[in-house]
């Protein structure tokens, strides 16, 4: 197929699904119902690290997970979920929240929702961490 | 010898059959209510990375390519063009299919180029163009030599290998259930490959088949889709981006990064990079296998059942 047919038409259609993907309300992020969905997310990417104590965020959109090998956080990936150990990570206050630079090229930033007593309390928290 | 041979580019032309073929799973979902998931970002990222395949193929292929042409050059063989040896080189090429996508699995250097496709949560027909933009630096191209110096000629084994990927397209789908029991014995279907997709330690490393899933079963790696055990698609350890960039080269960096650690011996350095994806000098992460281990130690009742070890004790 001539590179001048097929370039607009991936372009065209990357746009068109992403956009339809959109509108029909399929961006929206995962949340976190309570503290046992939280704990079954982190389990689920390290199942040989049982959290002793889980810290449900606010809006529910993430959690901050203590166990007996250190802290870690879950987060949403789309509607989905992921989870790092927090070895190493740099805090920053952000208007919405914290960010979270971590030392891993399969996370490398994490923006967490956070009140901000709340955010104010995750820093302290993971100041430890770091 | 014939070297003026034109095949179409099949995959090419099979883009716009790919966004319909999209647009109508999505379509089904949303109207149905099941047979799926979508989401905006994941979907963007396999779509991107399927046109990034697509460009790389396009500035990269003439590597593959010219490597063939030589060999065609060597060979004192050349079988034609039939109809039977079209066919005879599907197979064949299916068969070299199946152990380049194993070497894949087993092994780190090529996984680096494997993985993304295994980077989305999801498993839907967008999941199947989450395709890789390194491809050429696993040097897998050498798999498919002895077929040219078979005598068959390397358009015509690009033109099948393009066939056998069409044919991998609509097997990226939770909308079909089980197909007849004699299509389901056969051939590679969205049964037999959402398992290959599972991060459940029973599903890990299985059904490595493109087209026919008779190479699962004739090299003992088949593991049927469990009733009792739904697929968890993903890595096991899932991405924390959708930044293209890192999916297509995170396993890249990841040997790099392992394989220049200070206090190596060259023999680990090397064996970062070629033994299976989880090896470590230190033995402190899991390959699949340690993983399914210890998963069958947790739960003993499992063990010796598709997809896992016997218990230790029990190992003959």
Known sequence: ?130 | MTDMITFPDVVNWAVPLFIAAILAELLWIVIKGRGGRYETRDALTSLIMGAGNVASSILLGFVAYGFFMLLWEITPLDLGTSIGVIVLCFVLDDLRYYWVHRFGHRIRWVWASHVNHHSSQHYNLTTALRQTWTGTFTFMMVVRAPLILLGFHPAMVLFVGGLNLIYQFWIHTEAIGRLPRWFEAVMNTPSHHRVHHGRNPRYLDCNYAGVFIIWDKLFGTFVPEMEEEKVDYGLVHNLGTFNPIRVAFHEWVGIVRDATQPGLTWRERLNYCVMPPGWSHDDSRETSGAIKARHVRQNPDLADTPGLPPLPDQTP
């Open chain 1, 1 to 130: 197929m001539p590179l001048s047919i097929l370039l607009p038409m991936v372009v065209l259609g990357i746009a068109c699904i992403a956009v339809l993907l959109h509108l029909l309300g399929l961006s929206r992020r995962a949340t976190l119902p309570d503290a046992a969905a939280a704990r079954a997310a982190w389990l689920r990417e390290f199942p040989g690290d049982a959290p002793v104590h889980v810290t449900l965020c606010q809006d529910h959109s993430a959690a901050l997970i203590e166990t007996e090998t250190g802290r870690g956080v879950v987060w949403p990936m789309g509607a989905d979920t992921t989870a790092r150990h927090l070895t190493g990570a740099r805090t920053r206050r952000t208007k919405t929240g914290l960010r979270l630079d971590l030392p891993d090229y399969t996370a490398p930033r994490i923006h967490l929702t956070l009140a901000p007593d709340e955010a104010a309390a995750w820093q302290d928290a993971l100041k430890e961490t770091a």
